[in-house]
């Protein structure tokens, strides 16, 4: 079958889970290089992924969940397209309304699991091409889970290049410069960057031992700092902001900024440490040193992968029994290994 348009149906999750696809997204172009693909995802998850940068999708299609007559439009134009295949990447939850777009497309052949670690897909009737499939007992990180339901129609990326990619435009590129030059002028310093919030609680390692590992990193390599911050991390970020300025380290809090700007600068950083959120994906895909701290979830699904990146996952699944040293240690091994290879 020629394989002239294809579509991918990704509007449920968050911005980490749409970023872990980008690999799989890379293995369809790959397998159909001149084919059109076309990408549906939601206000919450597309920025990062903005199609006249990004190598791999022709088209993003915001889907707004606002009825009626925006819906029936919607569907018509993707009708229009005649997708020859069409994907839904389920690896962390099976949405119905994805299945649904997927198969109103009209798309011939239409590609999913049929369960997830025994979680059956009551919508796989939808389907044309699927499998059930067993992630957790063979702990395969997000990106070999997207891959794999490529991989049931032959898309597939060689071991090295399974990772997350992100594209910066020269735009982006220039802000990263200009912010870097204006706050961090001395050349000869380190620059290390933090994200102490998370859109989930659990996720969120405690206010004071940031703080603590801020400052004992700072007395150590007398580095420059910045935190990075989104809305929803606005109050954790002002308390971490307040116990530095108490022990006078100075610091520079990035917000307000779109993610992949805030990215850009983190591409400049030697050292960024997060929690496990929608930044420490971004972090990873520019290529930064990351070191980031897991509670209830597991780093060997989510952590950035890559020999410059760690995590350190919780041994009770309470994040806040990381300790600061264990933390510490992580970014001194990791800062004495970058440093040595420069």
Known sequence: MK???????????????MLCSVPLFEAIRKKYPDSHITLVASPVNYEILFSDINPYIDEVIIYNKSGGKAIYEFIRKLRRKKYDLGFVPSTVSISRTSHIINFLSGAKVRIGVKSIDGKKNKSEYLLSVKKDFQWDEKKLHQIERNLDIGRLVGCDLPINERIIKIHLSDDEKRFADEYIDKNFPDKSRLIFGFHTGAGKIPNRWDTGKF????????????????????????EVTEKVSELLNKSK??????????????GGVISKSNLFVTNDTGIMHVAGGVGANVVSLFGPTNGFEWAPVGENNKYIKSKTENINDISVEEVMNECELLINKILKNN
């Open 211 to 234: 703080a603590e590992l801020i400052t004992s990193l700072y007395r150590k390599y007398n580095n420059y700092i910045f935190i990075t911050s989104g809305t929803i991390d606005k």
């Open 3 to 17: 394989v002239k348009n294809i579509l991918i149906v990704r509007q449920h999750n968050q911005l980490g889970d």
């Open 249 to 262: 380290i100075e610091h520079i809090i990035l917000s307000n900024t779109p993610v992949r700007k805030v």
